[in-house]
């Protein structure tokens, strides 16, 4: 896993400031609240809430 588990606790979803998950394919974090997955380019979470994709 290219994230790290500390990054991954301290990450929150931008839009609800909820509780965000790595996807299975662990290329996107996912924000059940709002069914917005956040991509991951290059091992970097992009959490822009206008780049976010529907669940």
Known sequence: MA???ELLEIL???KC???IQLNDK???LVCEAC???YEIRDDIPIMLIDEAKPL
Request: charged content about 40%.
């Open 17 to 19: 400031k909820g509780e």
């Open 12 to 14: 929150v979803c931008p």
């Open 35 to 37: 069914k917005l997955v």
């Open 26 to 28: 662990e290329d996107g």
């Open 3 to 5: 994230i790290s588990k």
